[in-house]
């Protein structure tokens, strides 16, 4: 079995990526880093997970995904400073909404590249 295969590492790349992504919209410029630059590392990665594992990615574009909302979620559930504003359940959950859509369009958009690239391959 390939070691790129199965879900487990799937769910460990996606872990970092989000972790990453986290790291850099709560720490990068005292947490006031622009939120297209989340948008698109979040296109970014989900993008190339799609690439690389076309179907099988959905692990690691959910991983990334959630990381980013449930962070907001474990901030206002200890009552730490968060970068969003509110900072309500209503707009994590907005915020939740949007990142998964962002996330979406990525995985399908490298699902994509991978069958066009499989497919010129084979021309």
Known sequence: MNLFSNWQTRFLIGLIAGAIIVFIDNFAFRGEV?????????????????AIWKWHAWVAAVTVWICV??????KHLLG???TLHPNT?????MLAVFTFV???????FGALINRISKSTQKA
């Open 34 to 50: 622009s939120p297209i630059v989340i948008v698109i590392m979040l296109l970014i990665s989900t993008i190339t997970v799609g």
């Open 69 to 74: 909302p449930m962070t907001h979620v474990v």
């Open 80 to 82: 730490m400073p968060d």
């Open 89 to 93: 359940y209503t707009s994590i959950l």
């Open 102 to 108: 962002i996330s979406a369009i990525g995985f399908l």
